[in-house]
């Protein structure tokens, strides 16, 4: 009798905590909603508390450690945030290391680390993660729109970099292949055919295209833009860009 009331109570714990982590998913994604990511993150943190090892709250709170971090001033709390997302990431790709997804949230952040990173060798290790995690998703789903911006982007950032930088990349990473605007913008078309509303690829396929000497194909870009809906926080920064970009081309 001992045995089955101790196993009756471990039930009826597991389905306590199944049914608060459900209820914490869609208050997360509902805060999502009114683009109040912070609060999203905490929700997302405290299914974690439960389940450490939910996929689905490793993910977002990786992805949102990243965008709530981009918008931290002080330069000590961004690194915080984005040490933070790199943690998730990483024990994301542990719950789950054959899906794309997990090594595109390792491209991210590792992106993201770029920029906060003060020693130059951990910093041009992060630009090298950054391009093989993206590889490595790609490999699994050559079509994952997502792993195709972060091609594009590193392509973009590399090719646009100072040549010190670039010639550090190189000396320490030898490996890496060459960066090209042609390879930017192929990654980026890419992936505006498989996330037609990711506000951000366009802004940086725009971007690519005024680097390239391509004005036409930049002001298509950024037509495209105005006209798409808001559906993060910093959309709506991403597309007032776009539309004073738009307005200077007059």
Request: glycine share 2%.
């Amino acid at each position: 009798m001992k045995i089955i009331f101790v196993l009756m109570s471990f039930l009826v714990a597991v389905c306590c905590n199944s049914q608060e982590t459900s209820v914490l998913l869609k208050e997360a994604y509902n805060l999502e909603l009114k683009f109040n990511e912070y609060d999203a993150l905490a929700k997302y943190k405290q299914v974690l508390v439960n389940e450490s090892s939910n996929y689905k709250a490793l993910q977002k709170a990786a992805e949102l450690s990243c965008s709530v971090g981009a918008r931290v001033l002080n330069a000590k709390d961004k690194k915080i945030m984005y040490e933070s997302g790199l943690a998730f990431a990483k024990r994301a790709f542990v719950v789950d290391s054959t899906n794309a997804y997990s090594y595109y949230l390792l491209a991210l952040v590792s992106g993201k680390m770029t920029e906060v990173e003060d020693e130059n060798k951990k910093r041009i290790a992060y630009v090298r993660d950054t391009k093989l995690f993206a590889d490595k998703a790609l490999l699994i789903n050559p079509n994952f729109g997502m792993a195709n911006f972060i091609e594009g982007k590193w392509h973009f950032e590399m090719v646009t970099l100072n040549w010190a930088k670039k010639l550090a990349v190189k000396t320490l990473y030898g490996g890496l292949p060459e960066p090209s605007l042609d390879k930017c913008i192929e990654y980026l078309e890419k992936c505006r055919k498989q996330e037609p509303y990711f506000v951000l690829n366009y802004l940086t396929l725009a971007k690519a295209y005024k680097e390239d000497d391509k004005a036409v194909k930049m002001i298509e870009v950024l037509n495209q833009i105005v006209k798409l809906p808001k559906r993060t926080f910093d959309d709506a920064a991403y597309i007032d860009e776009a539309k004073k970009w738009l307005e200077n081309e007059k």
